[in-house]
């Protein structure tokens, strides 16, 4: 009985840990030990979230469509990178230290100026986002297609394969984990550059709303948006795994 | 084919010579096994007459006509069982079928039918890891047989079995290619397995690799499992322990 209960909390901890933190803050602010403007309460938080539910909704639609779009474009430059710098080793040599550069500068810090460059428009802000996601995938694939087993390749060239066929049956499929990898960091990186690209301008996005919000100091639906955000990502992050257990099914039953 | 011959074949490396003047023939239907310590360049000769490296000196020749420095037309199984995998064991059989060009289904097809006569039928639709390591190398070896009907070199293909599993699968594999009569060249660092398999021996030894002897192994087939402790056994393995 014992050992059961231990059980239960052992799986659960997490879990436990988060309500704690919930009672106390909600203690925190009812009893009024931090200003409710300056901390809402969790009820609070959850009655913001369910007033303006529609509008969110209308704004997550847009935050998302960026997102997905500079998802799409950042994977697809992320793989087409990786690509070439595994075919070509000076391709590496130049562009590898180059890519790396791009992710020392802060978002936050070219945001605007991609907005002076591009205007107010979807462009500045989906630039943003592939600048951020392609690089987890680039980094992710390069990884995979330099770790394969040199022998499974050789096998290959005995068979009489060319470099394509060693790439669609050895290369890229023995890389698809890591690429997973790679996206599952992406795409909360979409979600969070969207979001962020939206603080400099525009009509329409959760960034936007975000901005709203704090000048008019509603703490309540600061902090509804911001948790939001973070369960956007969450799902995200497991629709991510539930397509790699999809596209992998191999690697799901071995672990 | 008819007879697989390397001539004089030199391979050096950081110029030193790895293997040397090695030749060694192989007929029709024949088991020849390589003999030798690791180290001696047995894997490195397969990889000359696979075509995957060119040698210094020397060439290969099948049924006469120079094939040296060509990958894809002698069948080569690797020490590892290199199944891929995310493939299931029908698509990584079928392999060699699809890089020579066929469509997936069609080389699918294809393979199925030998699937009951290399005893593994109800893996098709598995993959790798669900399969025991003896089932492995069958599966390889079909590949390899999918691969060239004709000629086949195998890489210690036996080497990382258990020895219970290892001697299932020479009574298994004796079997197997007495009716398919594939023409075999095998490494092996186990004197037992080249006795027990081959109709003759090459020992390589020495640094830089030559052929030291060869070794024909005259007996009346089949071999069964009472063969490995009868007398005459015992004799060409005494023989084989003195070169050595």
Request: proline share 4%; charged share 20%; net charge positive.
């Amino acid at each position: 009985m014992k050992k059961k209960f231990l059980n239960i909390i052992d799986r659960a901890s997490s879990f436990i840990l988060i309500v704690a933190i919930l009672i106390l803050w909600q203690v925190l602010s009812a009893t009024g030990l931090v200003p409710k403007f300056m901390l809402p309460s969790p009820i609070d938080v959850v009655m913001a979230f369910v007033g303006d539910f529609s509008l969110l909704m209308r704004h997550a639609a847009t935050t998302l469509t960026q997102a997905f779009l500079g998802l799409a474009i950042g994977t697809l430059l992320g793989f087409v990178i990786a690509v070439v710098m595994d075919h070509y080793p000076i391709a590496y040599k130049s562009i590898y230290p180059l890519m790396v550069l791009t992710q020392t500068v802060p978002t936050v810090a070219i945001a605007p100026l991609l907005v002076l460059w591009m205007g107010y428009g979807m462009l500045p802000k989906v630039t943003l986002i592939v600048l951020t996601t392609f690089f987890p995938i680039a980094i992710g694939l390069l990884d995979g297609f330099q770790t394969v087993d040199p022998d499974s390749i050789n096998l290959l060239k005995a068979m009489g394969a060319n470099r394509f066929q060693c790439f669609t049956h050895i290369k890229f499929p023995s890389s698809l984990s890591h690429f997973f990898a790679g996206l599952k960091i992406s795409v909360s990186y979409s979600v969070v550059a969207s979001v962020i690209s939206e603080w400099l301008g525009g009509f329409y996005g959760l960034g936007v709303y975000m901005t709203r919000v704090r000048k008019s100091y509603s703490f309540d639906k600061m902090f509804a948006v911001i948790f939001f955000i973070s369960l956007i990502s969450l799902l995200l992050m497991l629709g991510v795994k539930l397509l790699k257990n999809l596209v992998m099914p191999w690697d799901k039953k071995q672990n | 084919m008819d007879k697989l011959v390397a001539n004089n074949i030199t391979v050096s490396y950081g110029g030193a010579n790895i293997i040397e003047d090695v030749s060694i023939e192989l007929n029709k239907g024949e088991i020849v096994c390589l003999l030798g310590v690791s180290g001696v360049g047995k894997t490195t000769l397969f990889n000359v007459i696979s075509g995957l490296l060119q040698p210094d000196e020397g060439r290969v020749e099948l049924d006469g006509k120079d094939i040296t420095g060509k990958a894809g037309i002698v069948s080569y199984m690797l020490q590892k069982d290199l199944l891929l995998p995310y493939k299931t064991i029908i698509d990584n059989v079928s392999l060699p079928l699809v890089i020579r060009g066929e469509k997936k289904p069609k080389a699918r097809e294809i393979t199925s039918k030998y699937f009951k006569e290399f005893g593994l039928e109800g893996t098709e639709k598995k993959y790798p890891y669900q399969l025991s390591g003896g089932m492995r190398q069958r599966a390889a070896l079909l590949r390899t047989y999918l691969f060239s009907d004709k000629v086949a070199l195998l890489d210690e293909p036996f080497s990382a079995l258990d020895s219970i599993t290892k001697s299932l699968m020479h009574e298994w594999y004796l079997q197997v290619m007495k009716q398919i009569k594939l023409s075999t060249l095998l490494i092996t660092h186990d004197i037992d397995e080249a006795i027990l398999l081959s109709d003759r021996i090459y020992i390589m030894a020495g640094k830089p690799g030559k052929i030291k002897e060869e070794i024909i192994i005259d007996l009346p087939k089949p071999k069964n499992k009472d063969f490995k402790v009868s007398e005459s056994f015992m004799e060409y393995k005494k023989y084989i322990l003195s070169i050595l």
